[in-house]
């Protein structure tokens, strides 16, 4: 989805492409730190983080990422 920068916190109203996945908490705690992935927009911020789609995250990564989402939420 496309959303404005401010809406994750960021300085700009500039339009970021970006992907919700639900995760365990640990794992978003750990995710939360790194460049890239950002409190879920519009969603439970302790199981879902959103994920900047930049190339920032490798692709593999994103991939991998939707598969943990896709089971945790099947």
Known sequence: MSVAK???GLDSELQIEL???KLNPELIDILRNKEGYY???HMNKEHWV???LDGTISSEEI???LDDSYYLTK
């Open 6 to 8: 401010n809406k994750l």
């Open 19 to 21: 992907i919700c996945v």
């Open 39 to 41: 409190p879920a927009y």
């Open 50 to 52: 959103s994920i900047v």
């Open 63 to 65: 991939c991998s990422l």
